[in-house]
């Protein structure tokens, strides 16, 4: 059996697991439409989202549609994303994009890769996320943080870098659970296998996998 194979072997019991535990994954950040998430994404970059979420209730409060983006006073908007970090680059995509978004696409999201990855502040990631939790769209998986610790701890990848971890897996999984995955992969790496020391012999996905 060559690698590819073992591989694919251990991602069916990863995927069947995950299913078990997280039946009906959803995204832990806090949205109402397709913007408001493409919001949220761009301001979890290095940021938690539960501090995302803090953020977004006031803002989405207070800018309620893409011409309140396109609108906004860029110091102002500085100040009210300030505790996401990274708060000016941030405020430069975001207003950026709300004024593609605005002129270009009439308030709505582009719904493919290509037009997404065009907006300031978009990357595969965050396409992906969109795509796939906005839309139903399936273009790809969404590897954040929690995929990029887990997928090779899981032995799906040994690969480091998110493009090419990205690759591995979806070589390896069906792709009707490619956005389904990063969601799962995301809530069990929040309940079961943190960053931080813990007894890793004893997660779910360990003791069937070894």
């Not at 300030?82 to 009439?106: E, V």
């Not at 493919?112 to 998986?141: C, Q, S, W, Y």
Request: aromatic fraction near 8%; include cysteine; charge should be positive.
């Amino acid at each position: 059996m060559n690698d590819l194979d073992i591989k694919k072997k251990r991602a069916v019991v990863v995927v069947k697991k995950l299913k078990e535990l997280f039946p009906s994954p959803i995204s832990a950040l806090h949205y109402s439409t397709p913007w408001e998430l493409l919001v949220a994404v761009i301001l979890s970059a290095q940021c938690t989202d539960v501090r995302v979420n803090i953020i977004t209730k006031d803002l989405f409060e207070k800018y309620k549609t893409v011409k309140d983006y396109v609108n906004a006073s860029q110091v102002e908007f500085e100040q009210d994303v300030y505790s996401a970090g990274f708060y000016r680059n941030k405020t430069k995509n975001i207003l950026a994009t709300a004024k593609i978004i605005h002129d270009k696409y009439h308030d709505n999201l582009p719904r493919t890769m290509d037009k997404m990855l065009a907006l300031p502040g978009v990357a595969r990631k965050t396409a992906n996320v969109v795509l796939g939790n906005a839309f139903g769209i399936i273009e790809g998986i969404a590897v954040d943080t929690h995929v990029i610790r887990l997928a090779p701890l899981l032995g799906l990848t040994t690969e480091k870098t998110p493009d090419k971890i990205e690759q591995d897996l979806m070589k390896i999984v069906p792709k009707e659970e490619w956005t389904k995955l990063a969601l799962r992969l995301a809530e069990y790496g929040r309940k079961y296998c943190p960053a931080k020391k813990h007894d890793h012999d004893h997660c779910p996905l360990s003791l069937i996998l070894h």
